[in-house]
Protein backbone atom coordinates (compact mmCIF):
# COMPACT_ATOMS: atom_id res chain seq x y z
CA UNK A 1 0.00 0.00 0.00
CA UNK A 2 1.46 3.30 -1.57
CA UNK A 3 0.01 6.58 0.53
CA UNK A 4 0.30 9.74 -1.66
CA UNK A 5 -0.35 13.31 0.06
CA UNK A 6 -1.15 15.41 -2.43
CA UNK A 7 -1.94 18.96 -1.49
CA UNK A 8 -3.78 20.92 -3.77
CA UNK A 9 -4.34 24.62 -4.07
CA UNK A 10 -6.45 25.88 -6.65
CA UNK A 11 -7.63 29.59 -7.42
CA UNK A 12 -10.38 29.18 -9.91
CA UNK A 13 -11.42 32.20 -11.59
CA UNK A 14 -15.15 31.57 -12.55
CA UNK A 15 -17.58 33.87 -14.69
CA UNK A 16 -20.52 32.42 -13.55
CA UNK A 17 -23.30 31.49 -15.78
CA UNK A 18 -25.08 34.43 -17.31
CA UNK A 19 -29.29 33.37 -16.94
CA UNK A 20 -31.48 34.82 -18.98
CA UNK A 21 -34.50 36.24 -16.56
CA UNK A 22 -38.06 37.53 -16.89
CA UNK A 23 -38.69 40.11 -19.46
CA UNK A 24 -38.69 42.77 -16.95
CA UNK A 25 -35.93 41.83 -14.58
CA UNK A 26 -31.67 42.59 -14.77
CA UNK A 27 -29.67 40.22 -16.59
CA UNK A 28 -27.08 39.22 -13.61
CA UNK A 29 -23.65 38.71 -13.65
CA UNK A 30 -20.89 38.08 -11.55
CA UNK A 31 -17.32 37.07 -10.62
CA UNK A 32 -16.55 33.72 -8.32
CA UNK A 33 -13.26 32.36 -6.38
CA UNK A 34 -13.16 28.95 -5.73
CA UNK A 35 -10.46 27.87 -3.52
CA UNK A 36 -9.61 24.13 -2.86
CA UNK A 37 -7.32 22.23 -0.21
CA UNK A 38 -7.03 18.59 -1.02
CA UNK A 39 -5.79 15.30 0.73
CA UNK A 40 -5.12 12.23 -1.60
CA UNK A 41 -4.24 9.17 -0.60
CA UNK A 42 -3.79 5.56 -3.04
CA UNK A 43 -5.41 2.69 -1.19
CA UNK A 44 -3.48 0.61 -3.89
CA UNK A 45 -2.86 0.27 -7.39
CA UNK A 46 -5.97 1.40 -8.85
CA UNK A 47 -8.24 2.53 -5.56
CA UNK A 48 -8.08 5.98 -3.73
CA UNK A 49 -9.72 7.85 -1.64
CA UNK A 50 -9.66 11.85 -0.99
CA UNK A 51 -11.11 14.17 1.50
CA UNK A 52 -11.67 18.28 0.21
CA UNK A 53 -12.11 21.85 1.68
CA UNK A 54 -13.15 24.41 -0.65
CA UNK A 55 -14.00 28.12 -0.39
CA UNK A 56 -16.74 29.73 -2.40
CA UNK A 57 -16.79 33.26 -2.65
CA UNK A 58 -18.92 35.69 -4.56
CA UNK A 59 -19.84 38.99 -6.11
CA UNK A 60 -16.77 39.83 -7.68
CA UNK A 61 -15.31 37.84 -4.77
CA UNK A 62 -15.69 39.61 -1.98
CA UNK A 63 -18.57 38.00 -0.66
CA UNK A 64 -18.28 34.47 1.61
CA UNK A 65 -21.11 32.00 -0.29
CA UNK A 66 -19.94 28.61 0.73
CA UNK A 67 -18.74 26.20 2.73
CA UNK A 68 -17.95 22.64 0.75
CA UNK A 69 -16.88 19.60 2.02
CA UNK A 70 -16.15 16.14 -0.09
CA UNK A 71 -15.35 12.95 1.33
CA UNK A 72 -14.25 10.80 -2.24
CA UNK A 73 -13.26 7.61 -2.99
CA UNK A 74 -12.78 5.93 -6.62
CA UNK A 75 -11.30 3.03 -8.31
CA UNK A 76 -9.70 2.47 -11.82
CA UNK A 77 -11.53 -0.26 -13.30
CA UNK A 78 -9.72 -0.28 -16.56
CA UNK A 79 -7.05 2.06 -17.99
CA UNK A 80 -9.83 3.63 -19.64
CA UNK A 81 -13.52 2.72 -17.23
CA UNK A 82 -12.58 4.93 -13.38
CA UNK A 83 -16.07 4.70 -11.40
CA UNK A 84 -16.02 7.34 -8.17
CA UNK A 85 -18.81 7.86 -5.18
CA UNK A 86 -18.86 11.19 -3.67
CA UNK A 87 -20.55 12.85 -0.52
CA UNK A 88 -20.55 16.47 -0.74
CA UNK A 89 -21.78 18.74 2.22
CA UNK A 90 -22.59 22.31 1.19
CA UNK A 91 -22.73 24.81 4.46
CA UNK A 92 -23.32 28.14 5.06
CA UNK A 93 -25.89 30.09 7.27
CA UNK A 94 -29.08 29.52 5.95
CA UNK A 95 -28.47 25.65 4.57
CA UNK A 96 -26.69 22.44 4.89
CA UNK A 97 -27.11 20.89 1.51
CA UNK A 98 -26.16 17.15 1.22
CA UNK A 99 -25.14 15.55 -2.00
CA UNK A 100 -24.62 11.48 -2.63
CA UNK A 101 -22.88 10.94 -6.25
CA UNK A 102 -21.83 7.89 -8.42
CA UNK A 103 -20.88 8.32 -12.06
CA UNK A 104 -17.97 6.33 -14.27
CA UNK A 105 -16.05 8.13 -16.78
CA UNK A 106 -14.38 6.36 -19.20
CA UNK A 107 -11.23 8.09 -21.50
CA UNK A 108 -11.03 7.37 -25.66
CA UNK A 109 -7.55 8.30 -26.32
CA UNK A 110 -7.70 9.93 -30.17
CA UNK A 111 -3.47 10.24 -30.45
CA UNK A 112 -0.73 11.31 -27.85
CA UNK A 113 -2.25 15.30 -27.80
CA UNK A 114 -6.39 14.29 -27.46
CA UNK A 115 -8.52 12.15 -25.63
CA UNK A 116 -12.09 12.44 -25.29
CA UNK A 117 -13.75 11.67 -21.55
CA UNK A 118 -17.65 10.61 -21.40
CA UNK A 119 -18.70 10.74 -17.69
CA UNK A 120 -22.43 9.72 -16.56
CA UNK A 121 -23.56 10.03 -13.27
CA UNK A 122 -26.44 9.82 -10.95
CA UNK A 123 -26.62 12.38 -7.63
CA UNK A 124 -29.39 12.79 -4.88
CA UNK A 125 -29.25 15.92 -3.06
CA UNK A 126 -31.26 17.55 -0.26
CA UNK A 127 -31.05 20.33 2.13
CA UNK A 128 -31.48 19.31 5.70
CA UNK A 129 -32.52 22.71 7.34
CA UNK A 130 -36.07 22.53 7.57
CA UNK A 131 -36.99 25.76 8.26
CA UNK A 132 -36.28 26.41 4.56
CA UNK A 133 -39.39 24.79 2.96
CA UNK A 134 -38.42 26.20 -0.65
CA UNK A 135 -35.44 23.69 -0.54
CA UNK A 136 -36.48 21.11 1.37
CA UNK A 137 -37.50 18.59 -1.29
CA UNK A 138 -35.09 15.94 -2.34
CA UNK A 139 -34.64 15.84 -5.73
CA UNK A 140 -32.17 13.65 -8.33
CA UNK A 141 -30.30 14.63 -11.08
CA UNK A 142 -28.93 12.55 -13.97
CA UNK A 143 -25.71 14.17 -14.97
CA UNK A 144 -23.63 13.56 -18.22
CA UNK A 145 -20.45 15.45 -19.63
CA UNK A 146 -18.70 15.28 -23.11
CA UNK A 147 -15.26 16.19 -22.57
CA UNK A 148 -12.31 16.40 -25.25
CA UNK A 149 -8.61 17.40 -23.96
CA UNK A 150 -5.84 18.54 -25.04
CA UNK A 151 -2.20 17.85 -23.48
CA UNK A 152 -0.36 20.93 -24.53
CA UNK A 153 2.73 19.57 -22.60
CA UNK A 154 3.95 17.50 -19.70
CA UNK A 155 2.33 20.15 -17.13
CA UNK A 156 -0.05 22.15 -19.32
CA UNK A 157 -3.68 20.70 -20.23
CA UNK A 158 -6.46 22.43 -22.18
CA UNK A 159 -9.66 20.54 -22.24
CA UNK A 160 -13.68 21.84 -23.59
CA UNK A 161 -16.78 20.17 -22.40
CA UNK A 162 -19.89 20.35 -22.47
CA UNK A 163 -22.71 18.72 -19.23
CA UNK A 164 -26.54 18.66 -19.65
CA UNK A 165 -28.43 17.66 -16.47
CA UNK A 166 -32.04 16.24 -16.36
CA UNK A 167 -33.38 16.63 -13.11
CA UNK A 168 -36.15 14.06 -11.34
CA UNK A 169 -38.39 15.78 -8.95
CA UNK A 170 -39.45 12.86 -6.30
CA UNK A 171 -42.50 14.25 -4.85
CA UNK A 172 -43.72 16.08 -7.93
CA UNK A 173 -42.58 13.20 -10.96
CA UNK A 174 -41.50 15.85 -13.07
CA UNK A 175 -38.55 14.78 -15.17
CA UNK A 176 -37.28 17.91 -17.56
CA UNK A 177 -33.37 19.09 -18.31
CA UNK A 178 -32.63 21.67 -16.24
CA UNK A 179 -29.51 22.92 -17.21
CA UNK A 180 -26.07 22.32 -19.39
CA UNK A 181 -23.02 23.62 -18.94
CA UNK A 182 -20.37 24.48 -21.27
CA UNK A 183 -16.52 24.81 -19.79
CA UNK A 184 -13.01 25.58 -20.88
CA UNK A 185 -10.60 24.81 -18.43
CA UNK A 186 -6.95 25.14 -18.50
CA UNK A 187 -4.91 23.61 -15.93
CA UNK A 188 -0.88 23.79 -15.28
CA UNK A 189 0.40 20.80 -13.00
CA UNK A 190 3.39 23.38 -10.79
CA UNK A 191 4.84 20.66 -9.40
CA UNK A 192 4.26 17.10 -7.83
CA UNK A 193 2.09 18.73 -4.59
CA UNK A 194 0.40 21.61 -6.46
CA UNK A 195 -1.48 22.79 -9.55
CA UNK A 196 -3.32 25.85 -11.01
CA UNK A 197 -6.68 25.77 -12.62
CA UNK A 198 -8.50 28.19 -14.94
CA UNK A 199 -11.61 28.07 -16.08
CA UNK A 200 -14.48 29.68 -18.03
CA UNK A 201 -18.01 28.35 -17.73
CA UNK A 202 -21.25 29.20 -19.28
CA UNK A 203 -25.06 28.05 -18.51
CA UNK A 204 -27.70 29.48 -20.58
CA UNK A 205 -30.51 29.70 -19.50
CA UNK A 206 -32.97 26.24 -20.45
CA UNK A 207 -36.41 25.81 -20.35
CA UNK A 208 -37.56 22.42 -21.67
CA UNK A 209 -39.92 20.10 -19.45
CA UNK A 210 -42.66 17.26 -19.36
CA UNK A 211 -44.77 16.55 -16.93
CA UNK A 212 -46.81 13.39 -16.69
CA UNK A 213 -50.48 13.30 -17.81
CA UNK A 214 -52.65 13.69 -15.28
CA UNK A 215 -49.95 14.79 -12.52
CA UNK A 216 -49.77 18.24 -11.70
Known amino acids: VRAILLFLTSFILCC ?15 LSAWTWFQVYKNIDSVKYVSVQYELRKNNNCSTFQSNNFY ?3 GMNMT ?35 FSWYFRTAFQHSQNHLFNADFNDKAYNEWRNRARIKF ?14 T ?11 LEKIRFVAQL ?19 VISYTTRPGIN
Not at 16 to 30: G, W
Open 79 to 113: KKLNIEALYQLNTNSIRNFSTIYAGATYQLKINKK
Open 151 to 164: KASKKIDLSLSAEP
Open 187 to 205: SDQLNKYTSLTFFYMVQPD
Open 16 to 30: SCIEQAHAQENIPQD
Open 71 to 73: FLG
Open 166 to 176: IRFNVLQHKTY
